[in-house]
């Protein structure tokens, strides 16, 4: 059994790196075929997709605040403007 120890006296970057791949590891060996190398990428996919309950719009919203938080502002903006991004969030507004 893998435990994760959260220290919230450290700072976001510090909380991430001590989690993050302790989590991503233990994804990476239970959620895939056995044999399969698994990136990174895939498993926290995997963790985002299970954690917005794979509501798209929910997704999108998680991809377009990466991108922004890393600087990529325009892409994030081509992103958040883009007709497929556009489409879900006026869809999910009209339930």
């Not at 299970?50 to 929910?58: I, L, M, N, P, Y």
């Not at 938080?69 to 325009?74: G, L, M, Q, V």
């Not at 081509?78 to 991004?85: G, L, Q």
Request: aromatic letters at 8%.
């Amino acid at each position: 059994m893998t435990h994760l120890n959260l220290d919230t006296n450290q700072s976001t970057d510090e909380m991430i790196a001590a989690v993050l791949p302790t989590l991503l590891t233990a994804i990476k060996e239970k959620a895939f075929v056995a044999g399969y190398k698994a990136t990174d990428a895939e498993a926290l996919g995997l963790v985002v997709s299970k954690f917005s309950k794979w509501d798209a719009e929910t997704i999108t919203e998680v991809a377009a605040e990466a991108l922004e938080d890393s600087n990529f502002d325009a892409l994030a903006h081509d992103f958040k403007t883009s007709w497929a991004y556009m489409h879900l969030h006026n869809h999910e507004q009209s339930k």
